[in-house]
């Protein structure tokens, strides 16, 4: 499976899941994707589904704010700030989707300080349709954009 494929599957709800391997880029046999790439972006989405199941649950207890804001610190942070920004790091797209980045665990860390702050219903509503579900959608296009470009580099 090619990584367009990879990235269609993960954010689709229909369930489908194919078994070829995920370390070719479409069109070439001997292109490899960055599987550390790959792998934080799984672990991205770990993280916002955790933080979400955690917004949604039952659980009233505080959720560590500081820690949410820090988008350094989340497995695709450490890739942007390390293999990644040596990988890609010249490419405009790549600052892009730092900036993204960044801005989505602004939001995050955002709706954490309401839910926090006991207003669950406008950390949900900030999950579900605002600033976060948008950082989020933009962070998504950037890295497909990204893996695009990377794609068509010599």
Do not use: C
């Amino acid at each position: 499976m090619d990584w367009k494929k990879w990235f269609r599957r993960e954010h689709t709800n229909d369930g489908e899941r194919e078994e070829e391997p995920l370390t070719v880029l479409p069109g070439t046999t001997s292109r490899p994707v960055d599987l550390d790439a790959i792998e934080a972006i799984e672990a991205h989405m770990r993280w916002k589904a955790r933080l979400e199941a955690r917004l949604f649950g039952p659980k009233t207890t505080a959720i560590a704010a500081d820690q949410v804001f820090l988008d350094k610190r989340s497995t695709l942070g450490r890739w942007l700030y390390g293999r990644g920004q040596e990988r890609f790091g010249t490419l405009d797209t790549f600052s892009e989707l730092r900036r993204h980045h960044a801005e989505f665990h602004r939001h995050a860390g955002q709706a954490v300080l309401a839910f926090n702050a006991g207003r669950r219903d406008e950390a949900i509503r900030m999950v579900t349709g605002g600033d976060y579900a948008r950082a989020s959608q933009r962070l998504r296009q950037t890295i497909t954009r990204l893996f695009e470009e990377a794609a068509h580099r010599p």
